[in-house]
């Protein structure tokens, strides 16, 4: 039986990393249970490492995770990690990942800056936090454009994403696309909200005043339904729902979980009004410099990257997370009693039609013309809508065929 005493500490894994590499150490991390100690992470680092560097590589690619570690990303499984070394074995070594997360590199805000100005090769963050680098990403954030994270997942595999997200951000940006986490946002309150009713309609939200991210559009629709958005920063944000300074913030509940905010969040409402995608791109250049056979390795990484995630973070919302109406028991949810209010159809049509595109379409006008002109001409809202709707709507998200976007 394992001494408790022996278990791994942050500081342990500190050290390890300082002498095998972070990367190394997040690699092996991964393949050993939540109960390992010192010992066996040191030795299966110390394997990692002399593999990962037995051949030279042709390519060193920085990996700029922004706040993503180990441990964040066995609560929200949005599959960096599995990439990254997926990318190294399927290349057999010729590109070598730096693996650097924990907001060392780049944060969600700049991540994506630093990227197209060549400090890191491959990033992630949420597209909405990058919006402010690589405006077209709003074209994910009409109001209601997707009606579930099946939906979502349907899109991202459709071969018809290319022309509507992929080549606009590849023309404008230099970004290549690769893969994304997939939820959808909504209203997380804070401690002034413990001991009112558990929220069953957008009514009850009037007048509060909630943190919102970088996305243009989505302050349009909290605007909309008088949710009166306020940009704080990601790092404040936990401050801000502990001391009562803001009823709640618009994201969704992986991030909660994640992000350590559960013992400051009393409710979820789950307005599912638009995207909490947490995606991971690469430089356009960088990408162009592999050639053609390290860039389908690329590419293939990443559609087993987009699978890993499918699944795995489906399960992490109910086995870990605790993102479900009823939740299970010991999930980080349960044990920090946080609610989740799950809004009946009709109320969640009732706040569709107060800040939706199709029903309040003037709000989006603007935007919607700038992100139709970027895209070469597509109606964005228009033909997203269509897609996200090829599936039925009870279609659970582990069901979604995958399929290998970039081929007809």
Known sequence: MTDPSNKLSRRDFMKVSARYGMTSTLFAAGTLGTGATLSQLAHAAAETEQKRTAVKPKFELKFGASGFNENNLNIQKSGQLFFAQDLEERTDGAIRVDFIGSNQICSQTNCVKKTQQGIVDIYSASTQNSAGGAPYLNVLDYAYMFPSRAAQFHFFYSPKSEALLREPLRQRHNLQFLFTHCELRGIQLGMKWKDKPTVTSVEQLAGTKNRV????LGRIAMELMNLNPVPIAWEETLDGLKQGLIDGAETWMGAVAYAGMAPV??????LRFFCGTEHTSMNLSVFDKLGAELQDAVMESAY?????????NEAALYEIVGATNPQKPGTIFADNNVRIATLSDAELRKAEEMCSPEFVPKPWEEWRERLNKWSGGHDTYKEIYDIAREIPKDMPAVNVPPRRWWKS
């Open 265 to 270: 969040v009393s409710q979820c409402v789950d």
């Open 304 to 312: 087993a990257g987009q699978i890993y995630t499918q699944g795995m």
């Open 213 to 216: 991210t970088g996305t243009q």
